[in-house]
């Protein structure tokens, strides 16, 4: 779709690069954070340690929230990267959004404590890891953005595959709950909570299609 030499968007800005790479750190560390509080979840209910995982991620998201305001106005109080700046404040936002929406499915665990058969354990599982590795592509992307364009359509083509996958197993499973004899206000229940995680790799999408126009963008 493109190709474009390496460079670094960055030039003298190191600052504002190891900022931005700390925000894209937050958003590894979220992906590490949400597949453990599901596993814990699924294993042990609302036990001290899926409680101070919930946790942890609330706090990275916080953190991530101040960080992003902190990007925001490095480059427009000090004029960096001018040609560049509208782009990369909006993928700093696409970031950020897939961040909340870890710590939004979190909150719903924690205030909604869901009963989850164990039938589909295995499925929430599967369909958890394939969103966060969908969303850890994403970030290799991402950082790819500030310094080597080359790299950015594999990983690309990697997140929209995941995500197609992702969209496969939130299907069967929710054809599966829906098929059960389950009661209707417990099957919807539990859609909801495949719909949350499965949310999350289509973010992951919605990131990388606009990261696909600003290398673009460069290009021309």
């Given at each position: 779709?493109?190709?474009?030499?390496?460079?670094?968007?960055?030039?003298?800005?190191?600052?504002?690069?190891?900022?931005?790479?700390?925000?894209?750190?937050k958003?590894?560390?979220?992906?590490?954070?949400?597949?453990?509080m599901v596993?814990?979840?699924l294993?042990?209910?609302?036990?001290?340690?899926f409680?101070?995982?919930?946790?942890?991620?609330?706090?990275?998201?916080?953190?991530?929230?101040?960080?992003?305001?902190?990007?925001?106005?490095?480059?427009y109080?000090h004029n960096?990267?001018?040609?560049?700046?509208?782009?990369?404040?909006?993928?700093?936002?696409?970031?950020?959004?897939?961040?909340?929406?870890?710590?939004?499915?979190?909150?719903?665990?924690?205030?909604?404590?869901?009963e989850?058969?164990?039938?589909?354990?295995?499925?929430?599982?599967?369909?958890?890891?394939?969103?966060?590795?969908?969303?850890?592509n994403?970030?290799?992307?991402?950082?790819?953005?500030?310094?080597?364009?080359?790299?950015?359509?594999d990983?690309?083509?990697?997140?929209?595959t995941?995500?197609t996958?992702?969209?496969?197993?939130?299907?069967k499973l929710?054809?599966?709950?829906?098929?059960?004899?389950?009661?209707?206000a417990?099957?919807?229940?539990?859609?909801?909570?495949?719909?949350?995680?499965?949310?999350?790799?289509?973010?992951?999408e919605?990131?990388?299609?606009?990261?696909?126009?600003?290398?673009?963008?460069?290009?021309?």
């Amino acid at each position: 779709m493109f190709s474009i030499a390496s460079f670094s968007i960055f030039k003298k800005t190191e600052n504002l690069q190891n900022k931005i790479d700390i925000f894209h750190d937050k958003l590894s560390d979220s992906s590490i954070l949400f597949k453990r509080m599901v596993s814990t979840y699924l294993n042990n209910g609302s036990s001290k340690e899926f409680l101070e995982t919930s946790k942890e991620l609330h706090r990275i998201e916080k953190s991530a929230d101040t960080l992003q305001r902190n990007i925001q106005e490095r480059l427009y109080r000090h004029n960096l990267i001018p040609d560049s700046r509208a782009d990369v404040l909006k993928l700093i936002g696409y970031i950020d959004e897939i961040i909340n929406v870890y710590n939004s499915s979190a909150y719903k665990f924690t205030n909604e404590e869901p009963e989850i058969p164990e039938e589909y354990h295995k499925d929430i599982l599967d369909l958890c890891n394939i969103v966060t590795s969908c969303v850890d592509n994403t970030a290799i992307a991402s950082r790819a953005f500030f310094r080597d364009f080359n790299i950015i359509r594999d990983y690309s083509n990697k997140v929209q595959t995941l995500e197609t996958e992702a969209d496969k197993i939130a299907s069967k499973l929710k054809k599966e709950i829906f098929s059960s004899n389950l009661p209707l206000a417990n099957k919807m229940h539990l859609k909801g909570f495949v719909d949350a995680i499965d949310c999350i790799a289509d973010k992951s999408e919605d990131t990388i299609d606009n990261l696909a126009i600003f290398a673009i963008k460069r290009d021309i």
